[in-house]
């Protein structure tokens, strides 16, 4: 149980273009999912965290803009890039919380974005 | 908020050695602290949690270690195996119910 989806699994495209990548809860419903950035051997940097039906919240330094995230439903969130550039690549990746409070969050595959 | 300390960075061990990694957090209030393994390219998973109503919790070679007045957690593998190699990151939760993660700390089994 608790598996989460995150498709694409790797996008590779031209700088401007804009990436959608989606999350999605298989088996519970997701009351919060929250997305990461990943660097190359560091830690998972949160961007922001969403609420079903209302507006994500975003960390600090993260452009709202930028990173348009939308949680239209218990089961999906989807982030997108929009105007993607070069120094946007990098490894995406997303997770959900079955609950509320002090519980385990289920991660996706995460998604390797490279733009050229 | 809460800040979450993870040492060391890199621990190298020989097969079969036990390996320790350490946490700190500043926050009082959290009360939830999981422990992740993420193998290279892949998703970090779950591999044990512990809330604060315990202070030890055990799952075959691993177990984690709570220490509330000191806050401060730990992760215990023994006999370790190469297939242990991975990064591990620990977490805090509280009030706020956002997690806030570690640094990681890239453990090395050898053979």
């Known amino acids: 149980g608790a598996v989460v989806s995150q498709h694409p699994s790797r996008v590779i495209c031209k700088s401007g273009t804009s990436v959608k990548i989606e999350c999605r809860s298989l088996d519970f419903q997701a009351t919060t999912m929250f997305w990461y950035r990943q660097f190359p051997k560091q830690s998972l940097m949160l961007m922001a965290t969403s609420n079903e039906g209302s507006k994500a919240t975003y960390e600090q330094g993260v452009e709202k803009d930028k990173f348009l995230i939308n949680h239209a439903s218990l089961t999906l969130s989807t982030l997108t890039v929009t105007s993607a550039h070069p120094e946007d690549s990098s490894f995406y990746i997303c997770?959900?919380?079955?609950?509320?409070?002090?519980?385990?969050?289920?991660f996706g595959d995460g998604t390797r974005l490279s733009i050229l | 908020g809460e800040n979450v300390e993870q040492h060391p960075s890199t621990l190298s061990v020989q097969e079969g050695d036990s390996a320790v990694i350490k946490c700190t957090y500043s926050?009082?209030?959290?009360?939830?602290f999981p422990w992740y393994k993420q193998e290279l390219g892949k998703r970090p998973q779950l591999i044990i949690d512990i809330r604060s109503n315990v202070g030890e919790k055990k799952d075959q070679r691993i177990a984690v270690t709570l220490n509330k007045t000191a806050k401060h957690f730990s992760l215990h593998i023994t006999e370790t195996q190469p297939e242990d190699s991975a990064v591990y990151f620990c977490?805090?939760?509280?009030?706020?119910?956002?997690?806030?993660f570690g640094r990681g700390t890239s453990l090395i089994v050898h053979p």
């Open positions: 997770s959900a919380s079955g609950g509320v409070g002090d519980q385990p969050q289920h």
């Open positions: 926050d009082s209030a959290s009360n939830y």
């Open positions: 977490a805090a939760l509280g009030g706020s119910y956002i997690p806030t």
